[in-house]
């Protein structure tokens, strides 16, 4: 059975396809990127499977379960979590309350139980906590712990995106650009990352522009070109494919 498997699933905004048919699947334990120009349906695609949209058609199941019709957090309890491109998120917080937060689907105590502080609540506020350092550690930002999330510079909040995605406790975690806008020694951290992820038994997808690290880290690649997926292969095939070049660089620089 496919850790993931998508159906035929489309989507379009005003008579124009994001999503045109896509049907493709990832295997447990592998990291598979998604490529294509911009405007190809690369992020679309992401918040299809994790419940941000709804598709027009098409079927989304994550190990045997149909999630197409499930809201986003019963899609995360599932074990399905994704980042944004976006960095600046909880911007008041420190960095370890930031991950905390990240946990709260896992939490089973009562509104009631929180307010008053009891047992409970404590023990469950301290095993968040106890979590949270151990993905900061993980991280590699443990140091980091008590700054400000807006004040972390931009490689670092890129990092925390993912330490928050990962107190979720993801089975298959969905990177939306995770290395945009870094520099040479950024990406090769980022990749790092990833691969140590990947180690701990979580399934990776990215959406990445940059060719470098998705050529380096991942086992399969699939192409988006306006909508529709065009090539998938190993890394080493879709840098050859014809189709691709011509996507990426025009039909002259194909010929």
């Known amino acids: 059975m496919d850790f993931l498997k998508i159906s035929n699933l489309s989507k379009s905004y005003g008579g124009v396809n994001a999503n045109s048919d896509i049907s493709l699947s990832i295997q447990e334990g592998e990291i598979v990127s998604i490529i294509g120009p911009n405007g190809a349906g690369k992020t679309t695609l992401f918040d299809l499977i994790t419940g941000v949209t709804r598709a027009d058609s098409g079927s989304v199941r994550f190990q045997g379960t149909e999630m197409s019709h499930l809201p986003t957090s019963d899609i995360a309890k599932l074990g399905v979590v994704r980042t944004f491109q976006q960095t600046k998120i909880f911007r008041d917080l420190t960095v370890l309350e930031a991950v905390m937060i990240g946990h709260h689907l896992h939490d ?35 140091d980091m712990r008590d700054l400000i999330t807006q004040n972390l510079p931009y490689g670092e909040q890129k990092l925390l995106n993912i330490a928050i995605a990962l107190a979720v406790e993801p089975k298959l975690l ?62 080493e095939e879709i840098r050859a494919n014809h189709k691709v070049i011509e996507v990426y660089l025009g039909r002259q620089a194909s010929a």
């Open 108 to 142: 089973s105590t009562t509104l009631w139980q929180s307010l008053l502080a009891n047992r409970a609540a404590r023990d469950q506020k301290q095993n968040k906590r106890d979590h949270a350092l151990e993905i900061l550690e993980f991280m590699g930002m443990a």
């Open 174 to 235: 969905l990177l939306d650009e995770p290395a945009a806008g870094m520099n040479p020694m950024e990406s090769l951290r980022m990749l790092g990352t990833i691969r140590k992820i990947q180690e701990t038994g979580i399934t990776v997808g990215l959406v990445e522009h940059n060719m470098r690290l998705v050529m380096n880290i991942s086992e399969r690649v699939f192409v988006l070109d306006y909508g529709e997926l065009i090539a998938e292969g190993k890394p």
